[in-house]
Nanobody, 125 residues
């Protein structure tokens, strides 16, 4: 059974950095795409960043481009999201997701088959 477990969230001030981690177990993700999504109170879940394991191609939402960086460690079966220059509007629950049906990075949550339970990120002004 595939499990994704996020960690690294917390409460920080605007301008600070956080690094989220996603530990994957149950299978290797060669050929998969893994992504980070976030959901703020009263808002729909939105795509943040994705990475294709086959060639490390990445894709970002415009709102986080140049501030966030997604990476993966295939030896450890881990995915990371480095978040710099955090803003109050980045406050949300962040979810790790993995999908293997499509060879491209999708921003649609329905393209992902496996989800973690999320980690809270709160950025104060």
């Amino acid at each position: 059974q595939v499990q994704l477990v996020e960690s690294g969230g917390g409460l920080v001030q605007a301008g600070a950095s956080l690094r989220l981690s996603c530990a994957a177990s149950g299978r290797t993700f060669s050929g998969y795409v893994t992504g980070w999504f976030r959901e703020a109170p009263g808002k729909e879940r939105e795509f943040v960043a994705g990475i294709r394991w086959s060639d490390s191609t990445t894709h970002y939402a415009d709102s986080v481009k140049d501030r966030f960086a997604i990476s993966r460690d295939s030896a450890k079966n881990m995915v990371y999201l480095q978040m710099d220059s955090l803003k109050p509007e980045d406050t949300a629950v962040y979810y790790c997701a993995a999908g293997g049906r499509y060879p491209y990075i999708s921003g649609d949550s329905y393209s992902y088959d496996y989800w973690g339970k999320g980690t809270q990120v709160t950025v104060s002004s």
